[in-house]
């Protein structure tokens, strides 16, 4: 029998590829996709998303931390569960998948797509990548069955499968297990237990910040107090003016968009999170009693009401309060802030993780501002929110010190995740 433990990435940690002949083991991650394809073409701005893209491997699958020589990434996850189930004299080998297409999934399951190069017929931990862009509930969940479907139909010896999500690659889980396969007795009686890396379960105010172009994207090669706007700076600052106009108008495509934006309006805060203080009184972004004034800075922006619509529906089918039966929920968090120094070295100096908005007319700097908490989480997602609270049925484990982009690589994110899976029983 065989054991398929699954790693979902988070948004933007799959590289995106127009020509599936064009992915490898070196693929880069997707801003380096989004450098290749469209800043190299500044004519066309952002022509290159526009096209049908098949969604390839994990990103940072192929580099290597330059200090140590180790994977990053996913790969770097990948491996430390390779490792230590070999410690435990338990052999795991490792996997990579990319979508079979670049279209919507078709239900019911299209089980003869080649998902794997070959059937499973041992442990083995795979990599999923996926298109994050697409509809988290009527596109990506419904691909995450279709893989299921086929690797249990192609490869009868898996009787035990884990998923373990990183970020928005949590909510994709949760919504297969709560929603799409919920009454699946061929897939879901073979899943023992979710991990989750930093997913915000209860939203990640940060994501208002490009929806509402309140976020500030100063690509100048300046520091900046957003962690992966800082991020962002050191990916793009080797660029000449207009490849990075490019790319700003490529995030912004994938930001407001329809249907490409819909999933970075699923990690807002669901509508019983309110998380927008104006005058004494919070506001979810979905009430229909915003401050006007706000409601027009939003349209302004062109924050669109058909994504909106589709991040309710999807908070409307995931349960807040329990887990499928028999299948255990773990959730991982980091704490990073004054006294806890962020594991990714690039990010020393992050102490602040948004959570909130404060809106104020005629307030200096803007209307509509970020509530920066220090200690408040692991500088993208509120603690509170990777911790599930208010869902007593789940697990919750913290640890100091590690940041949201770098969760995948953490040594210490990686010691929990891999006692969690307990090889050693």
Known sequence: MAHAIIVL????????????????????????????????????????????????????????????GLPKGYPSLIDSIVTAAQNAKATYVPMYTTWPTNTPPISPPQQQQPWLQWPLTANAVIGWGYDWRQDNLTVTALMLQNFLYSLVSSSPAVDKITLIGHSMGGLVSRTYLEHVGVNDTTIMPKIDQLITLGTPHLGAPLALGPISHTLDINLSGQGSGNAFIALLHDVLDVLEQPAVDNVIKMVDMVVNSNPMGISTYQLLPPGFTPFISSDGTDYSIFANNLPAGLVGLLKDAGMLQTNLTCAGNLFNVLNYTGTPANIAYNCLYGIVGTGNTAYDPSLAGQIYTTTGYSYTPGAMGGPLQPVETDNGGDLVVPKVSAMFTGNSSVTTYEVPGADHISMPSNPAIQTKVNALLNFAS
């Open 9 to 68: 990435p988070g948004t933007t940690g799959t590289s995106l590829v127009a020509n599936q002949a064009d992915e490898t083991s070196q693929t880069p991650v997707w801003e380096y996709w989004a450098v290749r394809e469209g800043a190299v073409l500044p004519s066309t701005g952002a022509d290159a998303l526009e096209k049908a893209l098949y969604a390839g491997r994990p990103g940072g699958y192929g580099k290597k931390d330059k200090k140590t």
